[in-house]
């Protein structure tokens, strides 16, 4: 595998990622500004608590990659129709099943998350319909390599939602019409994906070919799921379970001025997540052809570091700046949240790297890290968590001790998990 190759596509996915992200923060910007602190507080705390439910079926798109990629470095093309065939049915039921458990649960979500409207609980269940159907299709066009669209798909997405939220924000939605847009673009998005995977699709086997070639081995699908539902998750708690934590222990005043100053931290999260997508499926494309690994993953945490060093020196040497472009105005209680989130934020995009990697090669025990380390998270921020620093105190102690580890973990296998 040429590393050339892989900045050349990281580079094609990094320009997508910039533009889904300044049409991200563009959504973000106009929704700190036309809306109060509360309902800002609101919409950021149920996002996180989106993504933190979700998170075991969005990770149906690194398992549709790691399957897809492995088929097409073996030319295993009907493996790939029929995969697609079966696991989108089943994807299908799961996203039902999931809006179907909000809908009837709305009023007590809402109670327990101390919100007036109900309604916005029911609005999250369709954005997790979207969120478990829309990552399986970018999955399989991520395991293709097909990374002009996925790109695509990315933009289309980020930009569409965008453009709905203002339009039912300025007809007086608020918070739900925040949410609708985010709705919308999914949907919009994802009859879109299948244009480029409709040969697949439609592929069918010569009638001379062999019959068991487009047999799928489903206990392997599954087996892979239980380190995959189990990183995947941990990680997003890890990057998210803080905000759903102090939207229960502060005021809804503070709640928002956290959400304000995570902004910046996600900006330092999200900016090297084209490196680690590009990364996964070449990496396991190289695993299934048992070549060489080693420069891949040395490649792509330099990059990440690079990225995130770079990016943090900005947030923390001109925080007003920053906050200033971010919210059109600078609240004082958000700068010395900055540089806490800079520093976590960091050592979580490096970890990133790592746990992709990790499922790419297969290495399934140092997957657990990340979830005995989640729950070192939740403990710590329950137990201490006498301010807004003190709450990202702990974020930065595990980020870094998760850093520490896997890197020991790199020095204990090295001969094993780099060859």
Not at 29 to 38: E, F, T, W
Not at 64 to 81: M, V
Not at 111 to 121: A, E, G, R, V, Y
Not at 380 to 406: D, K, M, P
Request: hydrophobic share 55%.
């Amino acid at each position: 595998m040429k590393v050339d190759q892989i900045v050349k596509d990281a580079g094609l996915i990094f320009v997508a990622t910039a533009l889904t992200s300044i049409f991200s923060l563009l959504y973000q910007l106009y929704m700190v500004r036309v809306l109060d602190p509360v309902d800002f507080g609101v919409l950021n705390s149920l996002l996180p608590l989106m993504l933190f439910i979700a998170a075991p079926t969005g990770t149906l798109q690194t398992v549709a990659t790691k399957f897809i990629a492995g088929f097409k470095a073996q030319g295993e093309w009907a493996r790939i129709h029929t995969f697609l065939k079966v696991f989108f049915k089943k994807v299908t039921l799961i996203s039902l099943a999931i809006f179907a458990v909000f809908a009837l649960f709305s009023k007590s979500f809402a109670k327990f998350f101390k919100i007036d409207d109900p309604s916005l609980i029911i609005m999250v269940g369709l954005m997790m319909m979207g969120s478990t159907l829309l990552p399986f299709a970018m999955g399989i066009l991520q395991g293709l390599q097909k990374f002009k669209s996925l790109g695509t798909a990315a933009v289309l997405s980020s930009a569409l939602k965008l453009g709905f939220a203002i339009l039912f924000v300025t007809l007086g939605l608020r918070v739900w019409g925040a949410f609708a847009g985010i709705v919308v673009s999914s949907f919009i998005t994802l009859l879109l994906c299948f244009f480029p995977l409709r040969p697949y699709i439609m592929f069918k086997t010569d009638p001379g070919a062999d019959p068991n070639a487009g047999r799928l081995d489903i206990s392997s699908v599954y087996k892979f799921c239980l380190p995959v539902f189990l990183g995947l998750p941990s990680f997003t708690v890890l990057t998210n379970v803080d905000m759903i934590l102090v939207k229960r222990f502060f005021s809804p005043t503070d709640a928002g001025y956290y959400a304000i100053a995570q902004m910046v931290g996600k900006i330092i999260l999200f900016l090297p997540t084209a490196v680690t997508m590009v990364m996964f499926p070449k990496v396991t494309e190289c695993h299934v052809r048992n070549e060489g690994t080693k420069r891949i993953l040395k490649k792509c945490l330099l990059s990440v570091g690079g990225i995130c060093v770079l990016a943090g020196i900005v947030c923390s040497v001109f925080p007003n700046v920053v906050l200033k472009i971010l919210c059109g105005k600078v609240y004082p209680e958000c700068i010395p949240l900055v540089i806490p989130f800079v520093f976590s934020m960091t050592f979580f995009s490096l970890n990133n790297v790592f746990l992709y990697y990790y499922l790419s090669t297969h290495r399934d025990r140092a997957v657990y890290l990340f979830l005995i380390f989640s729950f070192v998270q939740v403990i710590g921020i329950v137990l201490f968590h006498g301010s807004l620093l003190q709450v990202l105190y702990v974020l930065s102690a595990v980020s870094f001790f998760l850093f520490v580890t896997n890197q020991l973990v790199f020095a204990a296998e090295k001969s094993v998990l780099y060859p």
